[in-house]
Nanobody, 121 residues
Framework: VQLQASGGGLVQAGGSLRLSCAAS????????MGWFRQAPGKDREFVAAINRSGGSTYYSDSVKGRFTISRDNAKNTVDLRMNSLQPKDTANYYC???????????????RGQGTLVTVSS
């Protein structure tokens, strides 16, 4: 499966952005989908994951209550709605697909190129 994230940009602290990830192929619904981020000079960080049906989600403590992950299996998309953005959220965000439920980036077999989110103070 090929993944392409979009929707990043520059936003002021307290603002919102909606990232979207489009997946190719007819097997999208077979994959657990996750969002990860990596800031310059920092390690990759898990952000959120959603199960195959979209009925179960999981978030890192750093974004819980501010970000919402959702998916549309008919459209082969997974979105990340980000509210109350803070400068610490600045990073390259990318979506990834896994055949198993996990928050570990290494277990996601497919990864998109990412979209840059910059939050100014």
């Amino acid at each position: 499966v090929q993944l392409q994230a979009s929707g990043g940009g520059l936003v002021q602290a307290g603002g919102s952005l909606r990232l979207s990830c489009a997946a190719s192929g007819r097997t999208f619904s077979r994959y657990v989908m996750g969002w990860f981020r990596q800031a310059p000079g920092k390690d990759r960080e898990f952000v959120a994951a959603i199960n195959r049906s979209g009925g179960s989600t999981y978030y890192s403590d750093s974004v819980k209550g501010r970000f919402t992950i959702s998916r549309d299996n008919a459209k082969n998309t997974v979105d990340l709605r980000m509210n109350s953005l803070q400068p610490k959220d600045t990073a390259n965000y990318y979506c990834a697909a896994s055949t198993i439920w996990s928050t570990a980036g290494d277990l996601y077999e497919y990864r998109g190129q990412g979209t840059l989110v910059t939050v100014s103070s």
